[in-house]
């Protein structure tokens, strides 16, 4: 079975520009997952969707970030205008929302913002 | 206090010891516990779960949970250079959507 897909696998661009990056969770799999991974703060949940719709986004750092889950096999998250902190790997995972069931992650994007 | 909390290492066994990886978390409400290995620039990997109290074994792996005491461990036996990494520990309440992390334990296992 495929895992969780993650686009682009790296992406460098220029402060200022917009980022989006793309996650498809696994077939089934009804709640989704935004990371941010730096060696600072560890890894942090920016939000989680259930069936499409975002449930808590309290993680997510400023109004310059924006995710959206138009339908069970698609997530994006947007940043725009990037800034140079912005620079992290990003993943995302996925999981059934039953309690004994485990996230899986996906490969993340490391995202740099020079 | 952090939700979950282990000690960040660096954890540094020799080659064919028993490394023992600790957390704490402070949701009594806790139902599921995770562990997860991560490489050095790849993702977090699911390695054990357990969700009742007492050992759980899979192959050189066994997870442990107290629950009366919000407790869980891994314990690695035979430990090889592959196994060094950072192990996150995750616990995941009722709900059954949010999973809280640890900031993870490095451990290095010297050949």
């Known amino acids: 079975d495929a895992g969780v897909i993650q686009s682009p696998r790296h992406e460098v661009t220029e402060m200022g520009q917009e980022v989006t990056l793309r996650c498809k969770p696994i077939?089934?799999?009804?709640?989704l997952f935004w990371y941010r991974q730096t060696m600072m703060r560890g890894l942090e949940l920016l939000i989680y969707?259930?069936?499409?719709?975002?449930?808590?986004d309290s993680g997510m750092p400023e109004d310059r970030f924006s995710a959206k889950m138009p339908n069970a096999s698609f997530s994006t998250l947007k940043i725009q205008p990037s800034e140079p902190r912005d620079s992290a790997v990003y993943f995302c995972?996925?999981?059934?929302?039953?309690?004994?069931?485990?996230?899986?992650f996906g490969d993340g994007t490391r995202l740099s913002i020079l | 206090q952090k939700e979950v909390e282990q000690n960040s290492g660096p954890l540094s066994v020799p080659e064919g010891a028993i490394a023992s990886l600790n957390c704490t978390y402070s949701d009594r409400g806790s139902q599921s516990f995770f562990w997860y290995r991560q490489y050095s620039g790849k993702s977090p990997e699911l390695i054990m779960f357990i969700y009742s109290n007492g050992d759980k074994e899979d192959g050189r792996f066994t997870a442990q949970l107290n629950k009366a005491s919000q407790y869980v461990s891994l314990l690695i036996r035979d430990s090889q250079p592959s196994d060094s990494a950072t192990y996150l520990c995750a616990v995941k309440g009722t709900g059954g959507f949010k999973t809280i992390f640890g900031a993870g334990t490095r451990l290095f296992v010297k050949a």
């Open positions: 995972a996925s999981s059934h929302d039953r309690v004994n069931q485990p996230q899986h």
């Open positions: 077939s089934g799999h009804n709640s």
């Open positions: 969707f259930n069936n499409n719709v975002p449930i808590d």
